[in-house]
């Protein structure tokens, strides 16, 4: 595994555009993609304050080690479509499948939206990650980074190789990672993402209350 990944972004708003810039600032390449506007994804490269450019889809995919899909559900077509082939490519999904009003998700119970990306692409190596912390924590997290006691963020996936690459994205940003087990451990955890963003946004406290996920420390 490279230290130093290349990584694209797909989807550069309140997750992908927050997540890349800490990627870059923990010494990764990033490319921001996928926004309403080039403008946006030239100011998140600069400030990202680290090696990061803006371009298309096609771009983030071409050069990179491993790709963030970070758009809403409704988007994931679009976005793939102009990503291209992604054969062989590690993609780190924090996209939960929710349905157009953000109300609840399409997918649930006997399936997840990571399993159903996995069949969008096929030969792509798909793990879920992110999608059960608030984004408006995640800069916090990175600036304690250094901490004994980190917060825990569950990943899971098929694919070996993979999850390890993505372990050590996550240990990068100042999370602990925890290997939740194969790719349908989605379905447990795109719940637990909604339960977190129901605490975070419509009960007093923030996300940061609802972001109480941290290691027991044994007595
Ligand atoms: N936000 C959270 O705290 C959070 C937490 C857990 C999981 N998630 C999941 O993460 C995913 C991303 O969430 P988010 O909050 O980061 O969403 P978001 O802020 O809406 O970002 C989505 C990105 O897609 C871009 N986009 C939308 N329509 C487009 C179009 N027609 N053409 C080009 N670009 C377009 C947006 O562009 P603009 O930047 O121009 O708007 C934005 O950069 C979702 O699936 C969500 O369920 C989010």
Request: glycine share 10%; proline share 5%.
């Given at each position: 595994?490279?230290?130093?990944?290349?990584?694209?972004?797909?989807?550069?708003?309140?997750?992908?555009?927050?997540?890349?810039?800490?990627?870059?600032?923990?010494?990764?390449?990033?490319?921001?993609?996928?926004?309403?506007?080039?403008?946006?994804?030239?100011?998140?490269?600069?400030?990202?304050?680290?090696?990061?450019?803006?371009?298309?889809?096609?771009?983030?995919?071409?050069?990179?080690?491993?790709?963030?899909?970070?758009?809403?559900?409704?988007?994931?077509?679009?976005?793939?479509?102009?990503?291209?082939?992604?054969?062989?490519?590690?993609?780190?999904?924090?996209?939960?499948?929710?349905?157009?009003?953000?109300?609840?998700?399409?997918?649930?119970?006997?399936?997840?939206?990571?399993?159903?990306?996995?069949?969008?692409?096929?030969?792509?190596?798909?793990?879920?990650?992110?999608?059960?912390?608030?984004?408006?924590?995640?800069?916090?997290?990175?600036?304690?980074?250094?901490?004994?006691?980190?917060?825990?963020?569950?990943?899971?996936?098929?694919?070996?190789?993979?999850?390890?690459?993505?372990?050590?994205?996550?240990?990068?940003?100042?999370?602990?990672?925890?290997?939740?087990?194969?790719?349908?451990?989605?379905?447990?955890?795109?719940?637990?993402?909604l339960l977190i963003a129901q605490l975070a946004y419509e009960r007093?406290?923030?996300?940061?209350?609802a972001?109480?996920?941290?290691?027991?420390?044994?007595?």
């Amino acid at each position: 595994m490279r230290e130093s990944m290349r990584i694209g972004i797909l989807g550069s708003g309140l997750m992908g555009g927050k997540l890349g810039t800490l990627f870059a600032r923990a010494g990764h390449e990033v490319v921001f993609s996928y926004a309403r506007s080039d403008a946006k994804l030239k100011r998140l490269a600069r400030e990202a304050k680290g090696k990061a450019s803006a371009g298309t889809p096609a771009d983030a995919a071409r050069a990179s080690d491993l790709l963030l899909l970070a758009v809403h559900w409704s988007r994931v077509d679009d976005v793939l479509q102009q990503a291209g082939d992604l054969s062989g490519k590690i993609v780190v999904s924090c996209s939960l499948p929710m349905n157009a009003d953000d109300t609840g998700l399409v997918i649930a119970h006997t399936s997840s939206g990571a399993e159903a990306l996995a069949q969008k692409v096929p030969g792509a190596r798909v793990v879920s990650a992110f999608n059960t912390v608030p984004s408006e924590v995640l800069f916090g997290v990175y600036a304690a980074r250094r901490k004994a006691t980190k917060p825990s963020l569950i990943y899971c996936g098929d694919d070996a190789g993979s999850k390890k690459t993505a372990a050590k994205l996550i240990k990068d940003i100042g999370f602990d990672p925890v290997d939740g087990g194969p790719l349908r451990i989605a379905r447990y955890t795109e719940p637990l993402a909604l339960l977190i963003a129901q605490l975070a946004y419509e009960r007093p406290g923030g996300p940061e209350l609802a972001y109480r996920f941290e290691r027991f420390r044994k007595e």
